[in-house]
């Protein structure tokens, strides 16, 4: 269904866990180059050392999308081993701890804001500048349900993936006509480690009845999503933030 990945230059940042690992092991299978970044290399390695006994050209380093420098780091490498970048996903992110808004002081903003914000935008910004050069690209980002409306209790995690979907549909009016398609995802909660391994492990059974289907999404429904998303057939689809959701923003 996706061979056109084959042969396809992938960068993934947040690639050691959650949806960056499944969607580098299923782009795998259709035969992409993966370039692949997390703040753990132990963790990625583990990802990474079964691809390449299968064969699959991956280039994997140490990324904090909170610093730039890492952010470029992880772009020149692509160039430097592949010569290009045909997608673009902006996947590393993080959960603060819950708490109310009048309790969430601004060492949560910036923690918030300095990996889910600033990581999409440096993402982005060294991303183009290469897609420009090599005449268009695809960028995804990941949101969130957060981002399209109200989360309580995590007013930094909301206001930070409210600006995700703005910087994706800024980008992608500036660079319609580039050649460069630039779209965000929004998930509902999941079971990946951010839910399963954290202070809202104990809440899933609360948090599901929040969705119409009484549940939590899956990785696997959101990485094809993402592969759907990013595919050369869809290509009149750019500055979307598509909810996968269960219906809960069709309320």
């Given at each position: 269904m996706y061979e056109h990945y084959s042969g396809q230059v992938v960068l993934i940042t947040g690639a050691a866990s959650g949806f960056g690992a499944l969607l580098a092991e299923q782009l795998a299978k259709y035969?992409?180059?993966?370039?692949?970044?997390?703040?753990?290399?132990?963790?990625?390695?583990?990802?990474?050392e079964p691809l390449r006994?299968?064969?699959?050209?991956?280039?994997?380093?140490v990324c904090d999308v909170s610093c730039e420098a890492d952010v470029q780091a992880l772009v020149q490498s692509a160039v430097t081993q592949f010569g290009r970048i045909d997608v673009g996903i902006n996947n590393a992110g993080m959960s603060p701890p819950m708490k109310s808004f009048i309790d969430t002081n601004e060492a949560d903003l910036d923690l918030s804001f300095a990996v889910n914000a600033k990581g999409v935008f440096f993402g982005m910004k060294h991303q183009i500048r290469q897609m420009l050069q090599q005449g268009g690209g695809i960028i995804l980002n990941v949101a969130s349900v957060a981002g399209l409306g109200a989360a309580p209790k995590l007013a930094a995690y909301a206001a930070a993936k409210h600006a995700v979907v703005g910087l994706t549909k800024t980008a992608a009016i500036e660079y319609a006509n580039?050649?460069?398609?630039?779209?965000?995802?929004?998930?509902?909660?999941?079971?990946?480690?951010?839910?399963?391994?954290?202070e809202l492990k104990e809440k899933q059974d609360f948090l599901a009845q929040a969705s119409p289907m009484k549940r939590l999404?899956?990785?696997s429904e959101v990485v094809a999503m993402m592969l759907m998303m990013c595919a050369k057939e869809n290509s009149y689809l750019t500055g979307q933030a598509i909810a996968?959701?269960?219906?809960?923003?069709?309320?």
């Open positions: 035969g992409a180059k993966l370039v692949l970044g997390d703040l753990n290399i132990e963790r990625l390695n583990t990802v990474v006994q299968a064969g699959v050209e991956v280039v994997a380093q580039k050649g460069i398609r630039v779209n965000a995802i929004c998930p509902f909660y999941t079971t990946t480690p951010m839910v399963v391994d954290s999404g899956h990785p996968i959701d269960g219906g809960v923003t069709a309320y």
